[in-house]
């Protein structure tokens, strides 16, 4: 009987669809789409594991993003910080293009946090001329700290 329940369980645990891979850069993604796969992964951080979606941002982070953010491990704690927390597991999020040139675009971005209330942002993703696996991916240079109405675009 043991047996059979081991069976059993090993047969349902290999079953289980895998975690989804993160996604990586590729100079095949325009602005818009760095966007959402950052949200979207934000939107749901824990899914399909834990902080998933503070790494696959992490990911696209432009180097010069990096330099400022350090790394993984001290942006992870600044995205659970006061200013960024409300990215995290938010209900809902619109944005909007402001300005784009070959090599940069700027969007404003709303999230609708799960406790309420609205945050703006302006998330700046510039293209990386570099050369490298990164070269001619569009990356996300610096997201703004929420803004007020009265400063907000």
Known sequence: MMIRALFLFVLWFISLPAPAAYLAPNANFQPTDVLKIQL????????????????????????????????????????????????????????????????NAIFKVIIVSRVGGTHNFIWNISKFSATGSLKNCWLTLSVSKPLTNKNSI
């Open 40 to 103: 979207h992964a934000l939107k749901n951080n824990d899914y399909p594991v834990k902080d998933f979606g503070i790494a696959q941002t992490y990911r696209f982070a432009h180097p010069d993003n990096r330099s400022v953010t350090g790394p993984f491990s001290r942006f992870k704690k600044m995205m659970y910080g006061g200013n960024y927390k409300v990215l995290l597991y938010h209900k809902s999020h619109f944005f909007t293009l402001i300005n784009k040139t070959p090599s």
